[in-house]
Protein backbone atom coordinates (compact mmCIF):
# COMPACT_ATOMS: atom_id res chain seq x y z
CA UNK A 1 0.00 0.00 0.00
CA UNK A 2 2.75 2.42 1.23
CA UNK A 3 4.41 1.63 -2.74
CA UNK A 4 1.01 2.34 -4.58
CA UNK A 5 0.50 5.72 -2.46
CA UNK A 6 4.32 7.11 -3.30
CA UNK A 7 3.67 5.80 -7.12
CA UNK A 8 0.18 7.52 -7.03
CA UNK A 9 2.03 10.85 -5.66
CA UNK A 10 4.37 10.69 -8.61
CA UNK A 11 2.11 10.77 -11.03
CA UNK A 12 0.05 13.54 -9.85
CA UNK A 13 3.34 15.29 -9.44
CA UNK A 14 3.90 14.46 -13.20
CA UNK A 15 0.47 15.30 -14.72
CA UNK A 16 0.74 18.28 -12.68
CA UNK A 17 3.95 19.51 -14.38
CA UNK A 18 2.67 18.42 -17.72
CA UNK A 19 -0.29 20.44 -17.48
CA UNK A 20 1.86 23.57 -16.19
CA UNK A 21 4.15 23.26 -19.46
CA UNK A 22 1.32 22.67 -22.34
CA UNK A 23 -0.73 25.92 -21.59
CA UNK A 24 -0.68 28.10 -24.32
CA UNK A 25 0.21 31.67 -24.01
CA UNK A 26 -3.14 33.66 -23.61
CA UNK A 27 -3.84 35.51 -27.07
CA UNK A 28 -3.71 38.81 -27.58
CA UNK A 29 -4.64 41.76 -30.09
CA UNK A 30 -1.97 42.91 -32.21
CA UNK A 31 -2.64 46.22 -29.93
CA UNK A 32 -1.93 44.73 -26.76
CA UNK A 33 0.84 42.78 -28.18
CA UNK A 34 4.53 43.99 -26.19
CA UNK A 35 8.31 43.53 -27.23
CA UNK A 36 8.54 40.22 -25.27
CA UNK A 37 5.46 38.95 -27.54
CA UNK A 38 6.94 39.36 -30.53
CA UNK A 39 10.76 39.30 -29.66
CA UNK A 40 12.23 35.91 -31.89
CA UNK A 41 8.97 34.67 -33.09
CA UNK A 42 8.97 36.60 -37.16
CA UNK A 43 5.58 38.68 -36.18
CA UNK A 44 7.47 42.12 -36.34
CA UNK A 45 8.34 41.35 -40.40
CA UNK A 46 4.37 41.14 -41.44
CA UNK A 47 2.95 44.06 -43.11
CA UNK A 48 -0.36 45.14 -41.27
CA UNK A 49 -3.62 43.83 -43.62
CA UNK A 50 -7.29 44.68 -44.46
CA UNK A 51 -9.99 42.38 -44.59
CA UNK A 52 -10.80 41.13 -48.02
CA UNK A 53 -14.21 43.02 -47.59
CA UNK A 54 -12.15 46.56 -47.76
CA UNK A 55 -12.63 47.56 -51.61
CA UNK A 56 -13.72 51.04 -50.79
CA UNK A 57 -12.48 54.43 -52.29
CA UNK A 58 -10.71 57.13 -50.89
CA UNK A 59 -11.66 60.55 -53.20
CA UNK A 60 -9.00 62.53 -54.41
CA UNK A 61 -8.70 66.75 -55.13
CA UNK A 62 -6.19 68.05 -57.21
CA UNK A 63 -6.11 71.29 -55.41
CA UNK A 64 -5.44 69.70 -51.87
CA UNK A 65 -2.01 68.22 -50.29
CA UNK A 66 -1.60 64.14 -49.51
CA UNK A 67 0.81 62.41 -48.30
CA UNK A 68 1.90 58.76 -47.86
CA UNK A 69 2.83 57.41 -44.32
CA UNK A 70 3.46 53.83 -42.63
CA UNK A 71 4.16 52.06 -46.32
CA UNK A 72 5.13 48.57 -45.14
CA UNK A 73 6.18 46.29 -48.34
CA UNK A 74 6.83 42.81 -47.54
CA UNK A 75 8.29 40.19 -50.16
CA UNK A 76 7.24 36.92 -50.35
CA UNK A 77 8.80 35.21 -53.50
CA UNK A 78 12.26 35.67 -55.26
CA UNK A 79 13.23 35.27 -58.64
CA UNK A 80 17.36 35.57 -59.80
CA UNK A 81 17.46 35.86 -63.39
CA UNK A 82 20.21 33.18 -65.18
CA UNK A 83 21.42 33.05 -68.66
CA UNK A 84 20.22 30.45 -71.03
CA UNK A 85 22.14 28.64 -73.24
CA UNK A 86 23.05 29.49 -76.91
CA UNK A 87 19.57 29.22 -78.40
CA UNK A 88 17.73 29.56 -74.77
CA UNK A 89 16.52 33.08 -73.66
CA UNK A 90 17.38 33.70 -69.97
CA UNK A 91 14.93 32.95 -67.58
CA UNK A 92 13.58 33.57 -63.93
CA UNK A 93 14.08 30.63 -61.49
CA UNK A 94 12.63 31.02 -57.92
CA UNK A 95 15.57 31.12 -55.05
CA UNK A 96 14.86 30.11 -51.33
CA UNK A 97 15.00 33.31 -48.77
CA UNK A 98 18.25 32.46 -46.46
CA UNK A 99 17.74 35.79 -44.17
CA UNK A 100 15.93 36.00 -41.11
CA UNK A 101 13.32 38.17 -39.88
CA UNK A 102 14.09 40.87 -41.36
CA UNK A 103 13.42 41.79 -44.97
CA UNK A 104 10.75 43.81 -45.14
CA UNK A 105 10.66 47.71 -45.68
CA UNK A 106 8.58 49.82 -43.10
CA UNK A 107 7.50 52.98 -42.39
CA UNK A 108 8.07 54.56 -45.84
CA UNK A 109 6.66 57.91 -46.43
CA UNK A 110 6.59 60.43 -48.69
CA UNK A 111 4.25 63.20 -50.86
CA UNK A 112 1.53 62.07 -52.93
CA UNK A 113 0.43 64.66 -55.49
CA UNK A 114 -2.29 64.89 -57.86
CA UNK A 115 -1.95 67.08 -61.16
CA UNK A 116 -4.74 68.50 -63.13
CA UNK A 117 -4.94 65.60 -65.58
CA UNK A 118 -5.27 63.19 -62.64
CA UNK A 119 -2.04 61.41 -62.61
CA UNK A 120 -1.18 60.57 -59.35
CA UNK A 121 2.68 60.58 -57.73
CA UNK A 122 4.16 59.54 -55.28
CA UNK A 123 7.70 60.21 -54.15
CA UNK A 124 8.92 58.47 -51.60
CA UNK A 125 11.01 60.61 -49.12
CA UNK A 126 11.66 58.67 -45.43
CA UNK A 127 11.55 55.39 -43.73
CA UNK A 128 13.50 51.96 -43.40
CA UNK A 129 13.15 52.24 -47.13
CA UNK A 130 16.40 49.32 -47.19
CA UNK A 131 17.16 45.63 -45.93
CA UNK A 132 19.88 43.65 -47.04
CA UNK A 133 18.51 40.07 -48.58
CA UNK A 134 20.51 36.97 -49.45
CA UNK A 135 18.37 34.08 -51.32
CA UNK A 136 19.83 30.48 -52.20
CA UNK A 137 19.09 29.27 -55.79
CA UNK A 138 18.41 25.29 -56.81
CA UNK A 139 22.54 24.67 -57.57
CA UNK A 140 23.05 26.41 -54.39
CA UNK A 141 24.70 29.58 -55.25
CA UNK A 142 23.91 32.47 -52.91
CA UNK A 143 22.64 36.07 -54.37
CA UNK A 144 22.97 38.35 -52.14
CA UNK A 145 21.35 41.85 -53.20
CA UNK A 146 19.85 45.49 -51.15
CA UNK A 147 16.05 45.28 -51.15
CA UNK A 148 15.10 48.88 -51.60
CA UNK A 149 12.39 51.73 -52.64
CA UNK A 150 15.03 55.05 -52.31
CA UNK A 151 14.16 57.91 -54.37
CA UNK A 152 11.30 56.10 -55.25
CA UNK A 153 8.88 58.50 -58.01
CA UNK A 154 5.64 56.14 -59.00
CA UNK A 155 3.07 57.45 -60.78
CA UNK A 156 -0.25 56.38 -62.13
CA UNK A 157 -2.26 56.71 -65.68
CA UNK A 158 -3.90 60.07 -66.54
CA UNK A 159 -7.08 59.86 -65.41
CA UNK A 160 -7.50 59.40 -61.75
CA UNK A 161 -9.83 60.97 -59.32
CA UNK A 162 -9.90 58.32 -56.49
CA UNK A 163 -7.77 55.57 -54.72
CA UNK A 164 -10.27 52.18 -55.18
CA UNK A 165 -8.88 49.17 -56.13
CA UNK A 166 -8.35 49.32 -59.67
CA UNK A 167 -5.31 52.28 -58.46
CA UNK A 168 -1.89 51.12 -60.13
CA UNK A 169 1.23 52.84 -59.23
CA UNK A 170 4.30 52.44 -61.03
CA UNK A 171 8.03 54.42 -61.18
CA UNK A 172 12.06 53.79 -60.84
CA UNK A 173 14.12 53.99 -58.02
CA UNK A 174 17.33 53.87 -56.71
CA UNK A 175 19.85 51.29 -55.63
CA UNK A 176 22.51 51.78 -53.65
CA UNK A 177 25.70 49.40 -52.91
CA UNK A 178 24.78 46.06 -51.16
CA UNK A 179 28.58 47.22 -48.80
CA UNK A 180 29.61 50.08 -48.00
CA UNK A 181 32.73 51.95 -48.81
CA UNK A 182 34.79 50.58 -45.61
CA UNK A 183 33.98 47.22 -46.17
CA UNK A 184 36.93 45.19 -46.69
CA UNK A 185 37.43 41.96 -48.97
CA UNK A 186 39.30 38.63 -47.48
CA UNK A 187 42.32 39.99 -49.08
CA UNK A 188 42.08 43.21 -47.21
CA UNK A 189 41.12 45.42 -50.28
CA UNK A 190 38.26 48.37 -49.53
CA UNK A 191 37.37 51.82 -51.17
CA UNK A 192 37.79 53.90 -48.50
CA UNK A 193 40.16 51.29 -46.62
CA UNK A 194 42.63 48.48 -46.53
CA UNK A 195 44.88 48.01 -49.34
CA UNK A 196 44.75 48.97 -53.02
CA UNK A 197 45.62 45.58 -54.23
CA UNK A 198 46.29 42.09 -53.14
CA UNK A 199 49.56 41.70 -50.57
CA UNK A 200 51.23 40.43 -53.61
CA UNK A 201 52.54 40.42 -57.00
CA UNK A 202 49.55 42.69 -58.26
CA UNK A 203 47.69 41.15 -61.05
CA UNK A 204 47.11 42.66 -64.24
CA UNK A 205 44.93 40.91 -65.83
CA UNK A 206 41.39 42.45 -66.25
CA UNK A 207 39.68 40.06 -64.26
CA UNK A 208 42.28 40.01 -61.49
CA UNK A 209 42.06 43.92 -61.58
CA UNK A 210 38.46 44.09 -61.51
CA UNK A 211 38.79 43.05 -57.77
CA UNK A 212 41.03 45.18 -56.73
CA UNK A 213 39.06 48.10 -57.89
CA UNK A 214 36.44 48.59 -55.67
CA UNK A 215 33.24 50.79 -56.30
CA UNK A 216 30.44 51.64 -54.40
CA UNK A 217 28.28 53.90 -56.12
CA UNK A 218 24.84 54.13 -56.41
CA UNK A 219 22.98 52.96 -59.21
CA UNK A 220 20.49 55.91 -60.30
CA UNK A 221 16.69 54.59 -61.48
CA UNK A 222 18.10 50.57 -61.59
CA UNK A 223 14.70 49.50 -60.04
CA UNK A 224 11.36 49.29 -61.44
CA UNK A 225 8.56 48.60 -59.24
CA UNK A 226 4.47 48.00 -59.78
CA UNK A 227 2.31 48.41 -57.01
CA UNK A 228 -1.47 47.12 -57.43
CA UNK A 229 -4.01 48.65 -54.96
CA UNK A 230 -6.34 45.84 -54.36
CA UNK A 231 -8.28 46.54 -50.99
CA UNK A 232 -9.09 50.18 -49.90
CA UNK A 233 -10.60 50.88 -46.60
CA UNK A 234 -12.50 54.80 -47.05
CA UNK A 235 -13.06 55.26 -43.40
CA UNK A 236 -9.39 55.18 -42.15
CA UNK A 237 -7.74 55.90 -45.45
CA UNK A 238 -5.68 52.87 -45.33
CA UNK A 239 -4.70 50.75 -48.25
CA UNK A 240 -3.28 47.60 -49.57
CA UNK A 241 -2.07 45.52 -52.25
CA UNK A 242 0.31 43.60 -54.00
CA UNK A 243 3.93 44.64 -55.87
CA UNK A 244 6.30 43.64 -58.45
CA UNK A 245 9.90 44.77 -58.57
CA UNK A 246 13.15 44.18 -60.24
CA UNK A 247 16.30 45.54 -59.81
CA UNK A 248 20.18 44.42 -59.80
CA UNK A 249 21.59 42.51 -57.18
CA UNK A 250 25.25 42.78 -55.18
CA UNK A 251 28.17 43.05 -57.70
CA UNK A 252 30.72 42.83 -55.15
CA UNK A 253 32.25 46.50 -55.41
CA UNK A 254 32.24 46.08 -58.76
CA UNK A 255 34.53 42.60 -59.03
CA UNK A 256 31.54 40.47 -60.57
CA UNK A 257 28.86 41.34 -62.74
CA UNK A 258 25.29 41.99 -61.08
CA UNK A 259 22.02 39.99 -61.86
CA UNK A 260 18.84 40.54 -62.01
CA UNK A 261 16.55 39.97 -58.97
CA UNK A 262 12.30 39.79 -59.40
CA UNK A 263 10.54 40.61 -55.83
CA UNK A 264 7.08 39.97 -55.25
CA UNK A 265 5.27 40.67 -52.05
CA UNK A 266 2.41 42.69 -50.66
CA UNK A 267 2.25 46.38 -49.37
CA UNK A 268 0.40 48.50 -46.53
CA UNK A 269 0.04 51.86 -46.58
CA UNK A 270 -1.94 54.79 -44.84
CA UNK A 271 -3.11 58.45 -46.93
CA UNK A 272 -3.16 61.27 -45.13
CA UNK A 273 -4.58 65.07 -45.93
CA UNK A 274 -1.58 67.68 -45.25
Known amino acids: MRYRAVIATLLALCLSVLTACSEAPEAKSPELLTYDDIRNTGLAVNCPSLPETARGSISLDSSKSYSISGLCLQPTTYFVEEEGGKRKQAEFVEGKLLTRYTYSLDQVGGALDLDNSGVLTFTEEYGIDFQPITVLLPGGEQV ?63 EFEEASIKLADTVNKAGHISLKVSKVDGQTGEIAGIFECEQPSDNDLGAKEAVTVKVRGVFYAQLDEA
Open 144 to 206: PFLFTVKGLIASSEPGVSSINTSTDLEGDYDVPSYRGSTFLDPKGRGLASGYDNAVALPATAD
